[in-house]
Nanobody, 129 residues
Framework: QLQVMESGGGLVQPGGSLSLSCAAS????????VAWFRQAPGQEREGVSC????????KYADSVKGRFTISRDTAKNTVYLQMNSLKPEDTAVYFC??????????????????????WGQGIQVTVSS
């Protein structure tokens, strides 16, 4: 069973920054597409960003485009989400998820059709003054 763990959440003031990390017990990131999702209380889960197994394709939700950046370190098998210019509406539990897709050059932050079978426990991000 693939183990996924998020870290780096917390409380930040509006306009501030946070960096989330997602590590997994895998041999190589090149076998997995990775995505970040978030869910605020009373709301549906939202796909935030994804990065393909090849690292060539990266996508963002319109709500975070220009403020969030997804990246990865293949030596550490870790994916990051750098969040800048944070807003109160970014407050949510953030989840990292892995999809078995060796060397895929495409990603989508949509957890449908069997995608993203491996999920972390989630980590709280709170943006508040």
């Amino acid at each position: 069973q693939l183990q996924v763990m998020e870290s780096g959440g917390g409380l930040v003031q509006p306009g501030g920054s946070l960096s989330l990390s997602c590590a997994a017990s895998i041999s190589t990131l090149e076998h997995y597409t990775v995505a970040w999702f978030r869910q605020a209380p009373g709301q549906e889960r939202e796909g935030v960003s994804c990065i393909s197994a090849s690292g060539l394709d990266r996508k963002y939700a319109d709500s975070v485009k220009g403020r969030f950046t997804i990246s990865r370190d293949t030596a550490k098998n870790t994916v990051y989400l750098q969040m800048n210019s944070l807003k109160p509406e970014d407050t949510a539990v953030y989840f990292c998820a892995f999809d078995d897709s060796p060397y895929s050059t495409y990603c989508t932050p949509v957890a449908a059709n069997g995608r993203y079978k491996h999920w972390g426990q989630g980590i709280q991000v709170t943006v508040s003054s």
